[in-house]
């Protein structure tokens, strides 16, 4: 099970958080300061694994954001860094050529997107098409609202 | 793949005045939000940006308590808030607000309402129980959105205690004609099986519907309810192995649909479920890991191409080949696997094959060989985190031969190593090698202390306790013994001349314990100046108040002599005086007792630690005390709980503890009682009070119990030493002088295997001391079972490891064979007909069904439910409490699986029904064997004994008698065995009845038996069996409690720990006892429970369980003497086993 995920900038800016198990508020941050140093003080070229605690967090770069993802202790590592990719691509084709801007200005989006994907710690749908489909019909709904009401569930 | 993504941001305050992004995203660079990032971008300190935060916040708050914002406003305002909270400032204002626009919102507001409130709150806030009905209102919606964001917020949190409130809706979307709503139910069911299982116990078979569902989504979701319910039961859920095998086929074959692949590889993540779903099924399971052997050698070949995604399908394809039945073939397939990861340029993949050789090294140690090169480079990688796994694999690998090199790597590692976690961890783990390998006493003794002062405060207390066991109680051979105590002293000696400020309290208290302990035994060292040594310490700025106390009992153990006498003195006067009152304690002990020389020997005898305490629990020796105060007119002793109802009664005061659900049953069953001390009640009204401390006195000292629960600890520590002896040590494998020649041969000849250039030579010198001792360890046990313990320490009495090993080897018995029902269905599976399909097989499926779910859930319910330490499915270890003790030398080794099932189908048919515990061995004589195992029924306990013979020819005239002090035996059946024909088994059945309570109960017994030819022979065994065995619910109501309670008169009180996971600690807690133990829980009342049990047959025994200061106040009353005491320690290890 995945326990939490969080975004943040190269600078240590966090841009989305996800928690996947109750957490008090001052855990938390705690978490969350201990993750950006961490993650951020790593060298280049070094494996995309950490041990923290009884965890694993597993970190990726792209471009300027970090994704870092914990698991727990027996899960796979290399599934993880793809669970990540997941996302980023799932990110891309929805926002096209996803940037951080994207994921700052728009980060309820990602929030969305990101529950369509993954559901309480565990992997909910992993068919791009889908989730996309899911985030879409329900933007759609921003544009054709009225239409949208007068007709019958679907 | 980053390139996707990539994209400069070099400029960032140029992009921000574009006013639109390329995509379809917009930036919305004109909105409030927009102005408020860019505001804290511009901004230059923390400081003003907190003004900047704050000044939002009030504005937010204005608006949203306004009455006239609309609920578009408002959506736009809560996403202005979770920014904000992510910043890290707190918006508590505004969680009711995110909840009311979750319920009153349109839908696109609602899904903003939703997500607020799922990133603001979490399962235990108490606002979320506002949400319940918006949540209620929406799963009825007949808008799909709406309840596809119900379902969503609901599996990512929803209070626990309302889970039956929505559970009839959720499980109707399981029905659902959409997929997504199917899969979000069914993820939905599985987070409320995650906090709160028995909430979701009737609906397993729905769970076996969405497994065969249509779609491949519905189904994926529901291995995740699958793999926990297996990870918790795997036994119950055997006939399910090809269905998954089947599935697992397809997905490999490519049957499912485009969509579900991932970079051209067909759904990996359902991939890699389902072979963690079956190496947990294959585990010591011949017949059901067979099942699997084709898929994944498929699963193998298939996954070739180069990229993460493959890898991660084999890792836990490797994974899952160790973990089942071995297959040779498979086996080494994997671990060629296992070389690629190992070998691999690339640092994740190789991160993962040192993984995945830590996980196999233990089954085959020659892969470690294969690979030492490559280990012997990460050892040396400038990635901490590789380096770390690296000495994983090395601790799995330690043998006597080269753990001076391991450990000296580990502790290299950890004087470089920051992190807390890793070094309470390995410390542990140099300990524990230390322990176990320690080539001499110098090296041990210099390793440990490396270990105190690294491990510092921090690490795992058991690590110095254990250590200081291990001086105390000593080895083999006295001469040792004294060598080892001496290095110990004369090293600590020069560490306190050094700068001893330096080292960690817990450090200092095992220096200060040794000390007072052992220096006597070098000669010339004079008492005085251990003593000035130890008091430096107590100056210490640093030395902790415990410290302080550990060095004080060692100043009162050593202070003999003129001038050991007046330090003694200085620093008694000195803390005499102290404000801490235990330091005051031992500074006065130590003032008297270095005052009387002849007291002191008396109090501490000089190497009191080997001998175990004596503990009169009769307190005989207070006889003459006692009777002299009678004679001189003192009153007879009453126990405490018949002073509180000689006190309730006079005083008249309800005091009852089930006031609340029986004032009137309970006053009435008074009235016509036998009080139990013959004392007549003043008044009929009052009841008992099960805990008058607690209750009615707060402002007092709760002394009552305090005394109890110390005699009570010196006997339950008491009773381990008594029992341990008893086992049977498994004689360690001594390697041979031939064994380690080949040990030697065979890391002579490695090096030639990895020429590689430079600093090689000192590499493979490192290599041939790492790998050392490896090769032959391989010959002896490829299953790496049965460890080679040359163990320098062996410990004179090792816990259970006996008990676990040979448990380990015996397995599930009984495998339901694959359903042929399933198999069809599965081959179905991806078809759209499985509806009909399964209305055709229903009959058949449903008995199937009812069948693997008893098996699964019926713990927590049932009363006549077994316990799960005698229960056959139940893992390896859960008989750790019948354990066999056997004269025979030899016998453990070999119960292996197919002789169980062998012996378990001579069941006698009445009984093969019911579970019986494992089978185990007795003895075996010649070629006559005796295997024992209990069956338990409901109201009795049968002690089945197998007698097999394994010669040609008949044994006749056996006599087979047991007999025990605690139990009285009877033999079952119409005449007793007399004659087994030749490879036969005949069996003796004796019905159990305890006379007298025991921990745990033994059987002697002795079989006799003549064959043709010789002498008549013997052989003779034991048994023991722990008193659970003999425990049944008690049904009864509480008033029938309430009466009972009054009318026993032994008892016993302790506190227990609380478990709490998750659930309220008190239910959990009694759940525990009430799986493990069999007690019936008559009610729970707010913090209070009462639980009720017999002993066989039919002596009751009433426990009263009460929540105090974080531990469970547990008061046992019956009529019979010993029982509470012996259930109080069942009760005890139930929650320490938790």
């Known amino acids: 099970m995945m326990r939490f995920l969080l975004l943040f900038s190269r600078q240590g800016k966090l841009r989305l958080q996800k928690w996947f198990t109750p957490i008090p508020e001052r855990e938390k941050k705690k978490i969350i300061r201990e993750m950006t140093t961490m993650v951020l003080a790593r060298q280049p070229r070094s494996c995309n694994f950490l041990h923290w605690k009884d965890l694993k967090i597993i970190y990726k770069r792209y471009a300027s954001l970090y994704f870092c993802l914990a698991i727990e202790n027996h899960e796979n590592e290399l599934l993880a860094l793809e669970v990540i990719h997941r996302y980023v691509e799932l990110l891309d084709k929805y926002f096209g050529n996803v940037c951080e801007l994207d994921i700052i200005f728009n980060f309820e989006k990602a929030y969305f997107i990101l529950d369509e994907f993954l559901l309480g710690g565990e992997i909910q749908e992993t068919s791009k098409q889908i989730v996309n489909r899911c985030i879409e019909s329900s933007d759609m709904l921003q544009e054709t609202m009225e239409e949208y009401m007068s007709k019958p569930a679907f | ?1138």
Not at chain 2, 141 to 150: F, G, H, K
Not at chain 2, 560 to 587: F, I, N
Not at chain 2, 753 to 773: C, R, Y
């Open chain 2, 1 to 1138: 793949m980053s390139d996707v993504v990539e994209k400069t941001l070099t400029a960032l305050p140029s992009l921000l005045s574009l006013d639109s992004q390329p995509g379809s995203a917009k930036l919305s660079s004109t909105s409030k939000l927009g102005n408020l990032i860019r505001g804290i971008t511009e901004l230059t300190s923390k400081h003003e940006e907190e003004k900047l935060i704050q000044c939002e916040l009030s504005s937010i708050k204005e608006q949203v308590s306004s009455p006239n914002t609309t609920m578009r406003q408002m959506k736009e305002l809560m996403v202005r808030t979770i920014y904000c909270e992510m910043l890290g400032y707190e918006a508590s204002f505004s969680y009711i607000h995110a909840i009311k626009l979750a319920q009153q919102g349109s839908v696109l507001e609602k899904r903003v309402g939703y997500l607020a409130v799922s990133l603001f709150l979490n399962e235990s806030h108490e606002l979320l129980l506002l949400l319940v009905n918006t949540v209620l209102k929406d799963l009825q919606s007949t808008n799909l959105i709406e309840v596809c964001m119900a379902l969503t917020v609901v599996s990512q949190m929803f209070p626990k205690d309302m889970i039956p409130a929505i559970l009839p809706l959720v499980e109707e979307k399981l029905n659902h004609p959409k997929e997504i709503i199917r899969r979000k139910a069914v993820l939905a069911l599985y987070k409320f099986y995650l906090i709160a299982p028995n909430q979701v116990q009737h609906i397993h078979n729905k769970f076996r519907k969405a497994l065969c569902d249509k779609d491949p989504g519905v189904m994926t979701a529901s291995l995740h309810i699958y793999l926990q319910m297996i990870q918790e039961n795997p036994e119950g859920y055997k006939d399910l192995t090809a269905s998954f095998v089947t599935i697992l086929k397809q997905v490999v074959g490519g049957k499912l649909p485009m969509d579900f692949n991932y970079h051209s590889v067909p759904a990996p993540w359902l991939q890699i479920q389902l072979l963690r779903i079956l190496s947990l099924l294959g585990k010591n399971d011949q017949s059901t890991s067979v099942i699997m052997h084709e898929v994944l050698d498929e699963s193998l070949r298939r996954a070739e191409m180069n990229h993460n995604i493959t890898y991660a399908i084999l890792y836990e394809c490797v994974k899952c080949v160790y973990t089942i039945h071995p297959k040779s073939e498979l086996l080494e397939k994997a671990a060629k696997c296992i070389g690629n990861f190992v070998l691999s340029p690339k640092i994740n993949l190789k991160y993962l094959g040192l993984k995945a050789l830590t996980y196999v090294v233990q089954q085959d140690p020659k892969l470690a060989l294969q690979h030492q090169m490559t280990i012997i480079e990460c050892l040396d990688h400038p990635d901490l985190i590789i380096k770390r796994e690296t000495l994983e694999l090395l601790f799995r690998i330690t043998n006597a031969q080269n753990v001076t090199v391991i450990v000296e790597k580990m502790l290299e590692f950890l004087r470089i190593s920051k992190d807390d976690h890793t070094t309470i961890d390995l410390v542990g783990k140099v300990a524990e090698l230390a322990e176990k390998y320690s080539p001499d006493n110098e090296w041990f003794i210099e390793t440990m202390n490396t270990v105190f002062s690294v491990g510092g405060d921090m690490m795992q207390p058991d690590i110095p306790n254990s250590f200081l066991k291990l001086l105390s109680e000593g080895f083999d051979s006295v001469e040792e013994d004294r060598k080892l105590r001496l290095f110990a002293v004369n090293s600590y000696i020069s560490l306190l001349r050094g700068e001893p400020g330096k080292l960690p309290q817990r450090f200092l208290q095992v220096i200060s314990w040794v000390l007072g302990e052992y220096s006597h035994l070098r000669a010339d060292l004079e008492p005085a100046l251990v003593l000035r040594l130890l008091a430096k310490l107590l100056d210490m700025k640093n030395c902790s108040s415990e410290t302080k106390s550990w060095v004080l009992t060692a100043m009162t153990k050593l202070c003999e002599g003129g001038s050991g006498v007046s330090v003694a003195q200085q620093v008694s006067e000195a803390y005499g005086s102290s404000l801490d009152t235990v330091l005051r304690q031992r500074a006065q002990e130590l003032q008297h007792l270095s005052q009387d020389s002849e007291l002191r020997a008396r109090v501490l005898p000089r190497g009191a630690g080997l001998e175990p305490v004596e503990v009169d629990s009769s307190l005989s020796f207070l006889d003459g005390f006692v009777s002299e105060a009678l004679a001189a007119g003192a009153a007879p002793y009453k126990p405490p709980h018949q002073r509180q109802e000689e006190l309730a009664g006079t005083k008249a005061l309800s005091l009852e503890p089930y006031g609340l659900s029986l004032p009137i049953s309970m006053s009435s069953c008074i009235t016509d009682r036998q009080s139990p001390t013959l004392l007549s009640m003043s008044s009929g009204l009052s009841g008992d009070s099960t805990d008058l401390s607690h209750k009615g006195g707060s402002a007092t000292l709760k002394l009552d119990g305090v005394k109890r629960v110390w005699g009570r600890e010196g006997y339950l520590s008491q009773k381990e030493p008594v029992e341990e002896p008893a086992q049977v040590e498994v004689p360690s494998p001594l390697r041979s002088p031939s064994q380690q020649g080949e040990a030697d041969s065979s890391h002579s000849q490695t090096p030639s295997l990895t020429p590689t250039p430079e600093s090689d030579q000192e590499k493979q010198q490192l290599a041939s001391s790492l790998f050392v001792g490896l090769g032959s360890q391989s010959s002896v046990c490829l299953m790496g079972k049965s460890e080679p313990t040359t163990q320098r320490f062996r410990r004179k009495a090792k816990g259970h490891s006996t008990a676990s090993s040979t448990s380990e080897q015996v397995s599930n018995s009984v495998i339901s064979p694959p359903s042929t029902v399933d198999n069809l269905l599965c081959n179905n599976l991806l078809d759209s007909n499985i509806t009909s399909e399964l209305a055709v097989s229903s009959p058949q499926l449903t008995s199937r069904l009812s069948q693997g779910l008893a098996a699964t859930n019926g713990t927590c319910d049932t009363d006549t439910e077994l316990p799960e330490s005698d229960r056959k499915e139940s893992k390896p270890a859960v008989i750790r409490d019948s354990y066999v003790v056997a004269a025979d030398p030899a016998p453990h080794e070999d119960p292996d699986r197919p002789k169980d099932l062998d012996l378990s189908s001579h069941l006698p048919a009445e009984l093969s029904e019911l579970s019986h515990s494992e089978i185990t061995h007795l003895c075996t004589n010649q070629n006559l064997e005796l295997s024992v195992c209990h069956v338990q029924k409901e109201d009795s306990l049968l002690l089945i004994v197998f007698i097999s013979n394994s010669s040609d020819s008949a044994v006749q005239q056996i006599l087979v008698q047991v007999d025990s002090d605690e139990l009285e035996v009877s033999c079952l059946g119409d005449s007793p065995v007399e004659e087994v024909r030749s490879h036969s088994v005949a069996v003796c059945q004796y019905s159990l009845t305890v006379k007298r309570p025991a921990v745990h109960i033994e059987l002697v017994g002795m079989v006799s038996y003549q064959l043709p030819v010789g002498s008549p022979q013997s052989a003779a065994f034991s048994y023991k069996l722990p008193l659970t065995s003999f425990i049944r619910p008690l049904t009864v109501s509480t008033e029938e409690y309430g009466t009972m309670w009054l009318a026993f008169s032994h008892d016993t009180k302790q506190n227990l720990t609380l478990i709490s996971d998750g659930q309220e600690p008190l239910t959990a807690t009694l759940n525990v006892l009430k799986k493990r133990l069999q007690l019936h829980v008559v009610e729970i009342i707010g913090m209070e429970g009462i639980v009720a049990c017999r002993l066989l047959q039919d002596q009751p025994c009433l426990m009263h369980c009460r929540v105090h200061a974080g531990t469970l106040a547990v008061w046992l009353r019956s009529p019979i003497p010993d029982l509470p005491d012996c259930l109080i320690y069942h009760c005890q290890r139930a929650l320490q086993g938790h």
